[in-house]
């Protein structure tokens, strides 16, 4: 590999598509996401230890009412299960939440990736440009393959301890095959030859 070539690697391997949080819009939508289910494990968290104290806390004798009335003390588990119900209410609405930041965050998604898109553009342009170039010398080597071929063919010389090599997966040569399809596509999306 030459010099050039080898610069040209290196610099087709550092290019890096930027992430979509690199717009703003949506990076705050996974922030504010991120943020929402760091609250969501956190009240999962303290629910599961309350309802933990409760399953091994022994069971009060009378009800609340009952056990006030005779001056005994219910206040802890009482306050437990008013705790137990704010927290089930919290994960109620943190999960309504991620549902409509989940909304936004698909609707933000293709505004944001036609932002990255429009800055990656030239260099995916290069990028098919660079093919359509390699495209068109496979393309003129497969001209000069058949034409030594149909020489074999045509004085009738048996060839086949050469190992004929299938070009098939090349498309059809005649009609160009498919390297001229990815050339005009190439072509009508403005990435190359106009």
């Known amino acids: 590999m030459g010099l050039l070539s080898k610069n040209k690697a290196v610099a087709a391997e550092s290019y890096r598509v930027p992430p979509l949080t690199t717009v703003p819009e949506y990076a705050a939508l996974i922030a504010k996401r991120a943020e929402l289910l760091d ?17 091994t806390a022994p069971v009060p004798a009378y009800r609340a009412g009952v056990a006030s009335l005779l001056g005994e003390d219910t206040v802890a588990q009482t306050s437990v299960h008013g705790r137990l119900s704010e927290l089930s209410q919290l994960d109620r609405d943190v ?45 003129a080597e497969r001209k000069s393959y058949d034409e030594l071929r149909s020489q074999l063919e045509v004085e009738d010389i048996a060839w086949s301890t050469l190992r004929p090599m299938n070009l098939g997966w090349m498309g059809n040569a005649f009609d160009g095959g498919h390297i001229e399809v990815f050339l005009k596509n190439a072509r009508e999306a403005g990435y190359y030859g106009n």
């Open 39 to 55: 609250k969501q494990t956190a009240t999962i968290r303290e629910r599961r230890k309350l309802e933990q104290g409760l399953a």
């Open 95 to 139: 999960t309504a939440a991620l549902t409509v930041l989940d909304q936004r965050l698909r609707e933000a998604r293709g505004r944001a990736s036609r932002l990255v898109c429009d800055e990656v553009r030239p260099e995916y342009g290069r990028r098919v440009a660079a093919l359509c170039r390699a495209m068109q010398a496979l393309d």
